[in-house]
């Protein structure tokens, strides 16, 4: 069992005010593998405090001394890959081949971005007889979600960082280890102390004493619309920026002059990514109502090919769920959907293994687009097929959600496709199967959140505004 019972604050790695430890479980056996510190209000306010004194030198850093810094943080981060697909593929149940490739790539990505951008120089603007600047905002809380621990933590500290501000990370505590494994990384790179620290703990006590303290300047959090709007609620309070990254329930439109195989394959391949545990996952197929039988049969076929099993065997392709009340959560929505009347195509509640939080993968077809499984953000694979009857009909279909994070729409005609995904209210849509990019502003409208991530946009979340008139 490992024992990760240290926080990271002041640059050293130090004990909780806390004795308490929490149980950090193995969702594929069920078996716990490590305990971290329950920290507390106290070790909370340790950190910030920590990243407050350190502030005043980290933000006059030069923008090549703190690419320096991102660039071993790179390093470290590579040369930990391997290790850091194994420890998310035991502690999220990610099949090791996508916790590998994903999970453990990306944050390199993250990061990467911004030792290039800190390399570009920085353009002074002017605004008739005033000189526009850009400013580090201070001290950032990042409150981080389980489903995709590390890149979660990364896509945050990273612009951060680049942008002058001293950091303090609340994770998952339903998923931490690759914390620890970023902030040994973080430690062998040299950042001086108190500019990035970590404390482990529950949201209710950790993250609201975050969201609360009078030394933070910015929280920036990921997580569901129930806790985000708390964390919300709780920074107003002392007038701080927050930016809401909180999920989504997109629409992957397939259009009647599709290529429906490819569509429709992609499209449950995207559906169930991550055990369905994706924010942006297409969870809606929308299908022409002439076309529903066609897509169904080939969801079917598709989806009954994502064999369950252990992460970190080769040929498991889907993974249990990261714990007993998120598979508990899932096989409620199931159920939810056979009694309002949707078809169960395949899999459904029957559990697939003995041991394990897993949940079969499973597909609805002719789904009411305003029912339950068709309204409500899952995080599970299950996947709703909804027919339409035009394009008219499926932009309303599309749009008929109180999210907006991502989404898709496929075409045999790109022009087409793009004036469609001009259209839809959401903050990120792929056109016939666009690349992910790492570049982009990533966010959402309405319930989806507030502010942007990834990229230059995100630096824009971390920065103050000045006009100095001349």
Known sequence: MAER????????????????????????????????????????????????EAFPAWAATTRAERAELLGKLVDGLAK????????????????????????????????????????????????????????????????TPWNYPLHQITCKIAPALAAGCTVVVKPSEVAPLSAYQLFDAIHEAGFPPGVVNLVTGFGPVVGEALATHPEVDVVSFTGSV????????????????VTLELGGKSANVILDDADLATAVKVGVSNAFLNGGQTCTAWTRMLV?????????????????????????????????????????????YIEKGIAEGATLVTGGTEAPADTGYFVAPTVFAGVDPDSTIAQE????????????????????????????????????????????????RTGQIDVNGGAFNPLAPFGGYKRSGLGREMGRAALDEFTELKSIQL
């Open 288 to 332: 022409p109502r002439e076309k529903h039988d066609e897509a169904v049969a080939l969801a079917k076929t598709f989806a009954e090919g994502f064999t369950t099993g252990d992460p970190l065997d080769a040929k498991t392709k889907l993974g249990p769920l990261v714990s007993a009340a998120q598979r508990d959560r899932v096989r409620g």
């Open 80 to 143: 930990r890959a391997d290790e850091i697909g194994e420890t998310i593929a035991k502690d999220v149940g990610t099949p090791l081949r996508i916790a590998t490739r994903i999970q453990a790539a990306l944050p390199q990505t993250d990061v990467r971005t911004y030792v290039e951008l800190l390399g570009q120089e920085e353009p002074e603007e002017k605004v008739g007889n005033s000189l526009i600047v850009r400013e580090p905002a201070g001290v950032v809380a990042a409150i």
């Open 5 to 52: 019972d240290v926080l990271y604050i002041g640059g050293e790695w130090v004990r909780s005010e806390s004795e308490a430890r929490i149980p950090v479980e193995n969702p594929a056996t069920e078996q716990v593998q490590a305990r971290i510190p329950e920290g507390t209000a106290a070790d909370a306010d340790r950190a910030v405090r920590a990243a407050r």
């Open 377 to 424: 953000e899952i995080f599970g694979p299950v996947l709703s097929i909804i027919p339409f009857d035009d394009e008219e009909d499926a932009l309303r279909i599309a749009n008929n959600s109180q999210y907006g994070l991502h989404g898709a729409v496929w075409s045999g005609d790109q022009d087409r496709a793009l004036a469609f995904a001009r259209k839809v």
């Open 226 to 241: 129930r806790a985000g709007t708390r964390v919300a609620e709780l920074a107003a309070r002392s007038v701080k920026r």
